[in-house]
């Protein structure tokens, strides 16, 4: 061992401090808020259909979000969390990754589930808790997880995910380290993403998380969505320094800043990202810059922490700036977007409705998923609560009728 | 067969896995070159690299995050806590995400694959902080399976059961017996099912129940009742989650009296639970109120273990008034 402190010794002979906010990291930012690539920036290359899947895909989640903060309104759901503001950061992220690269989300990455390719009737499906959710209806609202499009099912204590996907990330990385000389002996195939807010990056996990995969050089991207609030707390009530990006270089790991309200940005700095990761097999922290511009969710007011004023400053809507560009890239036709818009909306409604009337999971999944295979303690709970129900039908009416 | 110490036992399920899974790895704190502070993974990271043999930074929440992560990967996750007073800052990790993964995705996704050791419980002078029994507070969670082993063969036969178990499994070491335990252990493989209790002996007049480390102090206890007359039937659990309800049922109501014990403090301890369900199982064949010889409800001490420790003598004196009732 060379270095056993693993500093670099530059010996000093003047008493002086690093200011905490010493290190000030740039941001990346391409397309202005006219559509126009900014002088001097660079447009990554990214083809047609990408492009107008990204927008789509943003497109879809802002209608989506918009219908079903109104449906928790009339009370058809208990919960919701909006994407609003963010849509640029969390879509042009999963468009820049390999399908069959791992995506652990924090909550508010509906967009890139839908990128993948996630259905409407999956979301409805998992909203409305019925027997169709893949979750089997046990978690609350936009907690999606699917096997299939490798997105990680959500779970809501904070910050969880972060340590996890250094794991997940470490068995993506282990088949392709040769077993004599400990080298890897190939470019690693598929990765993992890993978002979170900057809220979360208070959280022990979070330093966990970065500080493992930085020593045992997992392949992973952490994406800290830096929306400027953790629920009702601002963020410089959350955290002092340059941002979280800071802290990526604290942990020795490959950081970059970017406008996550510019698509073109987000896409070509993750981008980047991923070839150094599946190259290097090394960690690499992007920090998104983005204002959520809704509430934190549904059970949250904002206008009891921020003005007016401060959200009017914000407004510099991340789709329309992406629209814009298309327009102008000759992409997009707007009489034909204009009339796909109002045909999406009618369509999350149709699917609103057909969820609503799918029956609820039956009494089997009460028990089932705790175990591989139910212990006995429990299959002799449910008999217990079985003939309950068939005692009680009246009491029970989700599930007594279906009861054999 | 061979004869070995628990450690050398622990080593072999555990390189045993290592030449089955090529993506199996075993890490926490100095468990790489070093072998951890008890040796358990010594020759490990020489055979199998320091990839999948490492040391972690100094972070149980990260070990724990890391092992589900990679466990959810599909790759067997062989954590080590290095002693089990140290699982708390992991244990987020282990009751929200490890014991839930596959109920909240609903099977889309799960961490059959974790498997964490790590040593427990008190008789090394350790002191508060290295002598804890801390198994009940995980037994209040679904989705864990809790296994402890009383000695060598049982150790290999029950680590290699939990490590193949496709659930998140916590394997508690009595760090006393690593070395104090010796026995016959086959050097090939071999597996003993899990939610099993052992009957580790025969008798008529009353049961007594204990696990792990303890298991050595009814033993005695048992063989000093023998000597005033008295017939023990001695049952290992082996498995706290999920318990085997029947088996001790069926012994209960064969002799009509219990003595549960283990060295966490009594109050909440998981005898409760035993106590609460074989009270309900054998009503009308108890003879008399089953007993608890536990821990203090204090902290574990360092100069007064003698008389905290839930011993030998503690458990003859329960016999006694159990029979005597």
Known sequence: MSNPNNVSLNINHELSFIDGHALTIPTLSILNEEGDIYEGATAPDIDKATAIHLYETMRFIRALDERMQAAQRQGRVSFYMQCLGEEAAVTASAAALDQNDMIMAQYREQAALRYRGFSLDQFMNQMFSNEKDLGKGRQMPIHYGSRELNYMTISSPLGTQIPQATGYAYGQKVRHVDAQTGELNSTIDNITICYFGEGAASEGDFHAGLNMAAVHEAPVIFFARNNGYAISTPADEQFKGDGIASRGVGYGIKTIRVDGADALAVYAATKKAREIVTTKGEPVLIESIAYRLGAHSTSDDPSGYRTKDEEAKHKGCPIERFRKWLLKQGWLDEAQDAKDKETIREEILAALKRAEKVAKPALEELISDVYDTPIPSLQKQYEQLKEHILQHPDAYPTTAGRLK | ?325
């Open chain 2, 1 to 325: 067969m061979a004869k070995m110490n628990m450690l050398h036992a622990i080593n072999s399920a555990l390189d045993i896995t290592m030449a089955e899974h090529p993506n199996a790895c075993i890490f926490g704190e100095d468990v790489g070159y070093f072998g951890g502070v008890f040796r358990a993974t010594s020759g490990l990271q020489e055979k199998y690299g320091k990839h999948r043999v490492f040391n972690t930074p100094l972070t149980e929440q990260g070990i724990l995050g890391f092992a589900n992560g990679l466990a959810a990967f599909g790759a067997p996750a062989l954590a080590e806590i290095q002693f089990a007073d140290y699982i708390f800052p992991a244990f987020d990790q282990i009751v929200n995400e490890s014991a839930k993964f596959r109920y909240r995705s609903g099977n889309e996704f799960n961490v059959g694959n974790l498997t964490i050791r790590t040593p427990y419980g008190g008789g090394i002078a350790g002191g508060l902080y290295h002598s804890q029994s801390p198994e009940a507070y995980f037994a209040h969670t679904p989705g864990l399976k809790l296994v402890v082993p009383r000695n060598p063969y049982q150790a290999k036969g029950l680590l290699r059961a939990s490590i193949k178990d496709d659930n998140p499994v916590i394997f508690f070491e009595p760090k006393r017996l690593y070395r104090a335990s010796t026995g016959e252990v086959p050097e090939e493989d071999y597996s003993i099912e899990l939610g099993k209790a052992e009957i580790v002996q025969e008798g008529t007049d009353v049961t007594l129940l204990a696990w792990g480390a303890q298991m050595e102090i009814i033993e005695d206890a048992a063989k000093k009742a023998a000597e005033q007359g008295i017939s023990c039937e001695v049952i290992d659990l082996r498995t706290i989650l999920p318990w085997d309800v029947e088996t001790i049922a069926k012994s209960v109501i064969k002799t009509g009296r219990l003595v549960v014990s283990h060295e966490a403090p009594i109050t909440n301890g998981f005898g409760a639970e035993i106590v609460a369900t074989i009270q309900q199982e054998c009503f009308l064949h108890l003879e008399s109120p089953i007993a608890r010889v536990c821990g203090l409800d204090t902290p574990y001490p360092l100069a007064l273990e003698k008389e905290y420790v839930p011993d030998a003598l503690k458990v003859l004196a329960a016999i006694k008034q159990s029979v005597e009732f």
